[in-house]
């Protein structure tokens, strides 16, 4: 079981970015203003639901619980992409290197870890339709090509 004291300051951003990305891209990727700001909210719920969907999860509690006293890490919303194609791109390579980093460092969190990213991307792409107010099929074809994607990468 690792922890934040565990992981240099670029590990420990790149492991908060890679749940945070694989979200945004699925999100982005078939952009509507209602549908992706329901979106954004359903990515919130389940990053806030991960410390109690993962309790067993030491590095997945460290991540995402409450203010714990350490300095936040500054993440920069430009990382995550600005185009759909982009943000899928950055959410691959963020995935990618977060995986190294929990095979070398964390290998028995590895498979939590993964199905947090995939759970995010899941969970944003059935939030909100692609329709008027978010309504009509859930999950469009843009964003069932990312969450492809992200399921082979994260298998």
Avoid at 30 to 48: H, P, Q, W
Avoid at 58 to 81: C, H, M, N, R, W
Avoid at 110 to 139: E, H, I, P, Q, T
Wanted: charged share 25%; glycine share 6%; with cysteine.
């Amino acid at each position: 079981m690792t922890t934040r004291a565990d992981y240099t300051d670029a590990e420990w951003k790149t492991l908060l970015m890679a749940p945070l990305s694989c979200g945004f891209a699925v999100a982005i990727s078939d952009f509507g203003i209602v549908s992706t700001a329901i979106e954004g909210a359903a990515m919130s719920k389940e990053l806030a639901a991960a410390t109690e969907t993962y309790a067993g999860n030491e590095l997945i509690q460290s991540l995402f619980k409450k203010a714990d006293g350490t300095e936040p890490v500054k993440l920069d919303p430009a990382e995550l992409g600005n185009s759909a194609e982009n943000a899928t791109e950055k959410a691959a390579a963020f995935v990618a290197e977060a995986i190294k980093i929990l095979s070398e460092k964390a290998p028995s969190e590895l498979a939590d870890y993964k199905a947090l990213c995939y759970s995010v991307s899941d969970r944003v792409a059935n939030a909100a339709g692609s329709g008027l107010f978010g309504s009509g099929v859930k999950v469009s074809a843009k964003e069932a090509a990312v969450l492809t994607k992200l399921k082979t990468l994260l298998a």
